[in-house]
């Protein structure tokens, strides 16, 4: 019998938006598409801050961006 090969998409972590903290399970974590990107948030209170200033968390680099 043959066993399938375990595939690692990546091995990168990834961030909180406003909080940088790192994000272990992402499903458990708050998502919003903002300018053709998409954010990140590890809690609802992280999400819930971002929503009162998004401007304040909208600057990205090249590679986060949507395609």
Do not use: G, W
């Not at 090969?5 to 994000?23: G, M, T």
């Not at 971002?50 to 680099?61: A, I, V």
């Amino acid at each position: 019998m043959d066993h399938p090969e375990q595939l690692h998409l990546s091995d990168q972590v990834d961030e909180c938006d406003v909080c940088q903290s790192p994000i272990l399970d992402l499903s458990k974590a708050f998502t919003n598409e903002y300018d053709q990107k998409v954010l990140t948030f590890c809690s609802e209170r992280c999400f819930k801050r971002y929503l009162e200033d998004p401007e304040l968390y909208s600057e990205f680099n090249d590679d986060d961006v949507l395609e």
